[in-house]
């Protein structure tokens, strides 16, 4: 891809990145009082059965994840044209998500500026190693490596640690104005906790609100694992590194089918979501259909991403994930060319 066609690229999407308030608005309204329906027929189900219960809890966790979208634009600022109007419903869906506004958004701008780029990682990403790393690492790193990129471990513990504990401390070197948000943030989610607790009773709370988070944080675990881990994904070092490639090749369009795209906020569309992060939700599959470039980007559908489950290191010399089994052959391969048996 060249200058001349990033730039080309890049332009032709820009008259996607308008938010429209009619339309921002109207998402709120289809997302969160749905979201706060389901919840109360959830309470309602308890009364007959718990396993009936479970019905109105797991689409509840669907919406849940479609309010993180809206929490996720407005770090981006490309819900509303207002920053104050962002702030404040970003704010207000960080508490229902559990994610601190400014917080996430310094960290997710900084995975935006940095996604693929080998020589920047750690910060707002998966931790992902390279086949040499890997095995030049110790011990102790290798086995956390592998505990971390277990899926029990990633989509099962990873809720709980990431969202519910780790969300709740600042970040080194945070600035005042996000302390203070965090800081609102974690009182404003204790005081919707007690309500509501003392509303329906804690045992009710408990299971509605734990089965809704834990379901909806492993989806969004999943999503966001999907969306840059696939066999042909796109890392470079920062010589190489380029945004445009990073945002086209290394981010995939997720094709899901109708319900979910609705449930997911279009995030499917991660592509053009890096390409330009002021693109609001509602308009990313409509920047996609008409960009043509942006239709021919690695897709990947529900069945071909259950491959990415297998996806552990990055293989610098065929650009490709691969297992750690794959990766220990490469290895191996690699030594016997290396070394000529004597004549």
Known sequence: MTLQNTKTLRKQVAPFEKSTT???I????????PFIGLWFISYISLSVSYWLALVPIIIAAGFL?????IFHDCTHHSFFKSRRANRIVGTAMGVLTLFPFDQWGHEHSIHHATSGNLDKRGTGDIWTLTVEEYLAAPL???LAYRFYRNPLVMFGLGPFYQFLLMNRFNRKGAKKKERNNTYLTNILIVALAALLSWAVGWQSFLFIQGFIFFLSGSVGIW?????HTFEDSYFE???EWEYVKAAVEGSSFYKLPKFFQFLTGNIGFHHVHHLSPRVPNYKLEEAHKNTPPLQNVPTISLLTSLKSLRFRLWDEKSKNFVSFKEGRALAQQSISVKVKPEL
């Open 237 to 239: 070092e920062d010589q």
């Open 140 to 142: 102790s790193i290798r």
């Open 223 to 227: 999503l966001f694992y999907v969306q």
């Open 26 to 33: 109207w998402q709120l309204i289809n997302t969160v009082l």
């Open 65 to 69: 994840v479609r309010i993180f979208i």
């Open 22 to 24: 009619k339309e921002s």
